[in-house]
């Protein structure tokens, strides 16, 4: 079996999908999840395209160990100097050149003729090759590119020092056998091809993107670009749990296998989840909550007598719960770092006093913690943002045909505490004007608001996430109780927290924070 590397792009091309946006400590945490799975190379972001993608490169380029770190740069000097310097204290690093190749890109986006794309591929990727060993080049388009110049762009790419060449399905419009036939084409046709690792990047706007990644690999790929859950631009990315597992399941169909910890699979796609505040629906391949379920009678018999009738795969060979301590208001820090660890989430010896009394507190409230219960304070504590307002206490009251009302109690980073209280249309509403004004917020307005269940039971975790907008601009707050409306609390004060970080940072401008959404 050759081995193929898994090029994780959820940091970048995953967050470039609206909604998506995560904050440095987010970032950070998912990246060394994936490190701990074994992936091959993580796309940590695009340095020249905002201070904050920048510092996320540098910081985990510089604090995750093991897999190649890559930076993403356009065919410009200054982009391609930004992935060098975010990159410069990484011990594998790799800069990540583009340029788009086909006539529709050329002639309505970039207005650049065949000659100078080859001129600026050639100077793009001599640039990034004088300061790193590792370059890789993307034909962006490349699916719609006629194939002689596609095979000039890719010569040109390979002679100017291109390590890896990305064969970019960028609109996802190839189809499985078009895709493994570019391949062979490039490996027999492009001189220096064979040389050079191929590799495949697939959109999934016509539901195809692993399909074509997996015949890319039978074309001679032997790196796949891909996604935790699919998420990316558009309809998203070719999704890495399924990628890993067809490969895993039905090694005979592609002769190669990856490094990743199958049993890392279901964590890492949670604590995306958890993330980004956006669930995994439950039908979803390998990680979505039905994947292993079964509650047809015909089926149920079938499993009763011999699992393999109805899986392909066992739930533990993807990290489903199996045999495991339960966790509660008895356990302590041995069991819990234990389960962190088995989970993927390690935390760091000087936050994890912070994690376990956040546990214990919820233990108190909950009669178990399940695993998304650990998600969500591993997630808490990366995130980083909780100040410079902390809720002390609150109080609401509600009923039929009256105006609901809420107290706040908050203390400030810099000053007393604070006490306020408003009336509003329901609890919740109540709750924001009271947190507006003791926070002497005077614009800002509660434009959605969603509340789903972390875990079942009567004593669940409630993930509440709110959209603010202000100044045009729309601020996505998350918060988790077992109190729905204790979750809203902690939700909007995120969002009161952003804007006053935002204040300090970048006063004229209301600049945008990492919470922002468009
Ligand atoms: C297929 C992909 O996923 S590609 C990656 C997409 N990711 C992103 O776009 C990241 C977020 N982007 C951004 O923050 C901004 O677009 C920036 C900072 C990168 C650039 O912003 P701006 O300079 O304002 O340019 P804008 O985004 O409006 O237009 C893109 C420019 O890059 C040019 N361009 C696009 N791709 C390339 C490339 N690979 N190499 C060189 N130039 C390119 C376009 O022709 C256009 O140039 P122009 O300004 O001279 O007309
Ligand atoms: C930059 C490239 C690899 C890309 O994301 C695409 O073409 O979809």
């Given amino acids: 079996m050759e081995p193929i590397k898994i090029f994780d792009t959820t940091l970048r091309d995953g967050e470039q999908a609206p909604g998506f946006t995560m904050r440095m400590g987010e970032k950070l945490q998912l990246a060394k999840?994936?490190?701990?799975?074994?992936v091959d190379v993580i796309e940590a972001g695009f340095p020249a395209a905002s201070p904050d993608d920048f510092r996320a490169v540098q910081t985990i380029a510089d604090g995750v160990a093991g897999p190649t770190i890559a930076a993403l740069a356009r065919c410009h000097s200054s982009d391609i100097d930004a992935a060098r310097d975010a990159l410069a204290n990484c011990k594998k690093p790799r800069i990540h050149v583009f340029l788009?190749?086909?006539?529709?890109?050329?002639?309505?986006?970039?207005?650049?003729?065949?000659?100078?794309?080859?001129?600026?591929?050639?100077?793009?990727v001599a640039r990034a090759r004088s300061y790193c060993a590792d370059v890789e080049f993307s034909p962006e388009d490349?699916?719609?590119?006629?194939?002689?110049?596609?095979?000039?762009?890719?010569?040109e790419a390979i002679r100017a020092g291109a390590t890896t060449i990305n064969i970019p399905d960028t609109v996802g419009y190839t189809t499985p056998q078009e895709f493994e036939d570019l391949f062979r084409w490039i490996g027999e046709h492009v001189p220096g091809a064979r040389e050079i690792t191929l590799s495949a990047h697939c959109h999934d706007d016509l539901g195809?993107?692993?399909?074509?990644?997996?015949?890319?690999?039978?074309?001679?790929?032997?790196?796949?670009?891909?996604?935790?859950?699919?998420?990316?631009?558009?309809?998203g990315n070719a999704a890495l749990?399924?990628?890993?597992?067809?490969?895993?399941?039905?090694?005979?169909?592609?002769?190669?296998?990856?490094?990743?910890?199958?049993k890392r699979l279901v964590a890492a796609s949670r604590l995306l989840s958890r993330i980004t505040g956006i669930p995994v629906p439950p039908n979803k391949a390998i990680v979505g909550k039905n994947a292993f379920a079964h509650e047809a009678?015909?089926?149920?018999?079938?499993?009763?007598?011999?699992?393999?009738?109805?899986?392909?795969?066992?739930?533990?060979?993807?990290?489903?719960?199996?045999?495991?301590?339960?966790?509660?208001?008895?356990?302590?820090?041995?069991?819990?770092?234990?389960?962190?660890?088995?989970?993927?989430?390690?935390?760091a010896d000087e936050d994890f006093d912070?994690?376990?009394?956040?546990?214990?507190?919820?233990?108190?409230?909950?009669?178990?913690?399940?695993?998304?219960?650990?998600?969500?304070?591993?997630?808490?504590?990366?995130?980083?943002?909780?100040?410079?307002?902390?809720?002390?206490?609150?109080?609401?009251?509600?009923?039929?045909?009256?105006?609901?009302?809420?107290?706040?109690?908050?203390t400030h980073e810099t000053a007393p505490e604070v006490d306020?209280?408003?009336?509003?249309?329901?609890?919740?509403?109540?709750?924001?004007?009271?947190?507006?004004?003791?926070?002497?917020?005077?614009?800002?307005?509660?434009?959605?608001?969603?509340?789903?269940?972390?875990?079942?039971?009567?004593?669940?975790?409630?993930?509440?996430?709110?959209?603010?907008?202000?100044g045009g601009r729309t601020y996505r707050g998350v918060g988790y109780s077992t109190d729905i409306v204790e979750a809203s609390a902690h939700a909007i004060l995120d969002v009161i927290n952003q804007w006053e970080r935002a204040s300090v940072t970048a006063p004229e401008q209301g600049m945008a924070t990492a919470g922002e959404t468009h």
């Fill in 33 to 38: 999840a994936l490190a701990s799975m074994g």
């Fill in 354 to 410: 912070a994690v376990f009394a956040a546990f214990k507190e919820l233990a108190d409230r909950k009669r178990e913690i399940l695993d998304a219960d650990l998600e969500v304070l591993v997630v808490s504590n990366a995130s980083g943002a909780t100040g410079p307002w902390t809720l002390l206490s609150f109080h609401t009251s509600s009923g039929t045909g009256r105006l609901s009302t809420s107290t706040v109690s908050l």
């Fill in 100 to 124: 788009a190749t086909s006539a529709i890109h050329r002639e309505h986006k970039l207005k650049l003729a065949k000659d100078e794309i080859l001129t600026r591929t050639r100077i793009g």
């Fill in 420 to 470: 306020e209280a408003a009336t509003g249309d329901g609890p919740v509403d109540a709750t924001f004007r009271a947190l507006m004004r003791a926070t002497q917020q005077t614009s800002g307005a509660l434009t959605d608001f969603h509340v789903a269940s972390v875990t079942l039971g009567e004593d669940a975790q409630g993930q509440v996430t709110v959209d603010c907008e202000r």
């Fill in 241 to 262: 749990e399924e990628i890993v597992m067809a490969l895993n399941v039905r090694p005979e169909e592609y002769g190669v296998t990856s490094a990743i910890d199958t």
């Fill in 297 to 347: 009678g015909i089926h149920q018999h079938g499993m009763l007598e011999h699992a393999s009738t109805y899986e392909i795969m066992t739930p533990e060979s993807v990290g489903f719960d199996g045999e495991r301590f339960v966790l509660g208001k008895h356990s302590g820090r041995h069991a819990l770092k234990s389960r962190l660890n088995e989970l993927g989430h390690g935390v």
């Fill in 142 to 155: 490349a699916s719609r590119t006629e194939r002689d110049f596609l095979g000039q762009v890719i010569d």
């Fill in 208 to 235: 195809l993107a692993v399909a074509n990644s997996l015949a890319a690999i039978r074309g001679g790929a032997r790196q796949v670009e891909c996604t935790l859950n699919g998420i990316g631009e558009r309809a």
